[in-house]
């Protein structure tokens, strides 16, 4: 008789996560070793929507000995995790998918497909979009006589952040859609309080980003329309509980003994 994953003891569980664990580890590794000989022109790519728009004369610097060669190492090995992203999915789909009924795998997989295809469309999005707006905003309203000089660690810190801000915002239909389909919540209790999400994306907004409206609007008016898709999907797909349907059927038909 074979033995269903359910019938694991803990230790086999506890062995096929090492074991999946090790294989995340060796193909981030490999990556970013095929990477790294490319880490410079890396951050010269990611440090063009800055470099772009700096004034004649100016350029990027480097307060710390050192960080000309780790500045550009961290974020070659923050790439290899990004790129490697859908084959770190797929482990911890492999590992969790036993364990889920038929109906679940056919909804799971088709979500961590979107996730990571949203996850980097907000990537893009920031790149293309906000970084190039936020610079561009930032370096015009600088004082005459004061010239841009940015410490390249400050820049990775202040890239990376946003980068993984926008990311994790454009998740924001899956769990929308989640939290509709699982029975968390009803779609007309989230469309009720449309006005409380669009003051709490600003919210958000305010506290992530940098202190400048320019960037969090940025923020907020994209996570309010992903809301609304989430909300729009999670609508198309919902089927209202048995058990609610039939009190509301109960509610409905004392509404109408009463009027007559």
Not at 24 to 39: C, E, K, Q, T
Not at 88 to 98: C, E, H, N, R, T
Not at 99 to 112: C, I
Not at 175 to 182: E, V, Y
């Amino acid at each position: 008789m074979s033995q269903t994953k359910s019938d694991m003891p803990l230790i086999d569980h506890l062995i096929e996560l090492r074991d999946r664990l090790l294989r995340m580890v060796i193909v981030i590794s490999v990556l970013f070793i095929g990477m790294v000989a490319f880490a410079n022109d890396i951050y010269t790519f990611v440090a063009a929507p800055l470099q772009d728009i700096l004034p004649e004369g100016a350029s990027m610097i480097a307060t710390e000995v050192a960080s000309p060669f780790l500045a550009p190492f961290k974020l070659t090995l923050w790439v290899a995790v990004i790129v490697a992203m859908p084959f770190l999915l797929s482990q911890l789909w492999g590992f969790i998918a036993p364990a889920l009924y038929d109906n679940e795998r056919k909804l799971m997989l088709p979500l961590m497909v979107s996730s990571v295809g949203l996850f980097y469309s907000g990537l893009a999005f920031a790149y293309a979009v906000v970084l190039p707006l936020v610079f561009g905003f930032f370096t015009a309203i600088g004082p005459d006589g004061v010239q841009v000089m940015t410490d390249i660690n400050s820049y990775l810190s202040f890239v990376l952040t946003l980068f993984f801000v926008f990311g994790l915002a454009f998740e924001i239909p899956v769990a929308i859609f989640l939290l509709i389909r699982t029975g968390m919540v009803e779609p007309a209790a989230l469309a009720a309080k449309r006005a409380y999400v669009f003051l709490a994306c600003f919210v958000v907004g305010m506290l992530v980003t940098p202190p400048d409206v320019i960037s969090q609007t940025i923020l907020a008016v994209p996570m309010y329309a992903l809301f609304e898709v989430g909300l729009l999907l999670g609508r198309l797909t919902h089927k209202p509980d048995p058990i609610d349907a039939v009190d509301d059927e109960i509610e409905r038909g004392f509404q109408q003994t009463d009027d007559r």
